[in-house]
């Protein structure tokens, strides 16, 4: 049985050092914070292996997955120019390339926007999909603060609707007032609201929340062509959606039809390497298993029963097969 995973990161020593040339233009940390943000690195930042093309092959073998989407891990950030951040994503992107013509079987890839000129974004995406053959893109948290709901992103979900490519929501960091407010806390240590702020869930739940402001800010309606992807079981979305079907209904919300029947039509979910049964169970049943797919969020996560949690699940065959590769194959026109 085939298998295509889509969260898979990779990073180029090129693209570290033109963003470390914007490291000054981040806003001052305290002490307290760089010594948080220095622990988060170090437990969760993979370092080499983002590098190393042979150790991701040989990962992909033993665990039998055939293609990987390649996504760059944070290509720019907030405190890249808007021309440079155009600049960057287009050095980024050109390196995927050279990966997937590498290995045209094994890697497909998800292009980097410059998210700070969104008419650049859109340009970009065009290039990346119809020049370069990419399969869609991934954007990380918000940008300066903005989620991509407000209209100045339109040009970007509208290009990706036109072209028929999925747009991947993925997160990152959140905006420090909300770690404040809502994650940090006299009663435990800062590295321990870092954690909750971040990976822990804050940084989950925001993109839970974006999606839905996508939703309520009628995207669908007006972009019945646009899908979206969403990782780690859905960001906490699919187990809220009966009770905002019950209070955001169709008579304050005026749109034409009910958040789940959004959600259910033009989301589709995959475990970011979160490898749960119950889980698995519960989105399959939520949201079909045509609404599925896979991912293992390498080189963060390693799992080493990628083909087992599928094989040995208490899923059909078809099931199983559809989220392994085919629903891939559909959405992103393999
Ligand atoms: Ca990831």
């Known amino acids: 049985m085939k298998i295509i995973t889509l969260e898979e990161h990779y990073s180029d020593q090129r693209i570290m050092d033109a963003n470390r040339a914007f490291q000054g233009e981040r806003p001052k940390m305290t002490p307290e914070q760089e010594e948080a943000m220095k622990f988060l690195m170090s437990r969760a930042f993979p370092g080499p292996e983002l590098l190393d093309f042979d150790a991701r092959l040989q990962y992909m073998d033993e665990n039998r997955i055939d293609m990987q989407v390649l ?12 021309q440079d951040a155009v600049r960057i994503c287009r050095q980024a992107n050109d390196i995927t390339k050279q990966h997937m013509e590498e290995h045209p079987d094994r890697f497909a890839g ?6 700070a000129d969104p008419k650049a974004a859109a340009e970009e995406l065009e290039r990346c999909v119809k020049d370069l053959g990419f399969v869609g893109t991934m954007l990380a948290g918000r940008q300066k603060g903005r989620f991509f709901n407000e209209a100045e992103f339109l040009p ?62 009628g995207i669908f309606d007006r972009l019945p062509e646009l899908n979206f992807i969403c990782g780690h079981w859905g960001e906490t979305i699919p187990c809220f959606l009966d009770r905002m079907d019950a209070i955001l209904d169709q008579s304050i919300t005026g749109l ?37 797919l896979y991912a293992v969020d390498y080189p963060y996560l390693k799992p080493d029963n990628v083909y087992e949690f599928l094989t040995e699940s208490s899923l059909t065959q078809e099931e199983i097969e559809l989220i392994a590769h085919k629903n891939a194959e559909r959405l992103l026109n393999l």
């Not at 996504?71 to 808007?82: C, E």
């Not at 806390?185 to 804050?202: K, P, Q, W």
């Open 256 to 292: 034409q039809k009910t958040i789940s029947e959004y959600y259910r039509e033009h989301v589709y979910i995959t475990p970011s390497g979160i490898l749960s049964t119950d889980q698995l169970e519960y989105i399959v049943k939520r949201m079909g298993a045509d609404h599925v």
């Open 156 to 217: 970007v979900f509208e290009k990706a609707a036109g072209l028929h490519v999925p747009v991947y929501f993925h997160p990152a960091l959140i905006p420090m007032d909300v770690q404040q407010s809502n994650y940090m806390s006299d009663a435990y240590s800062y590295i321990v609201g870092s954690e909750f702020a971040s990976a822990g869930y804050g940084w989950h739940s925001e993109v839970g929340i974006q999606i839905v402001r996508m939703i309520l800010s």
């Open 71 to 82: 996504s760059f891990t944070t290509p720019v950030t907030d405190a890249v120019p808007a």
């Open 110 to 115: 998800f292009a980097s926007l410059p998210m």
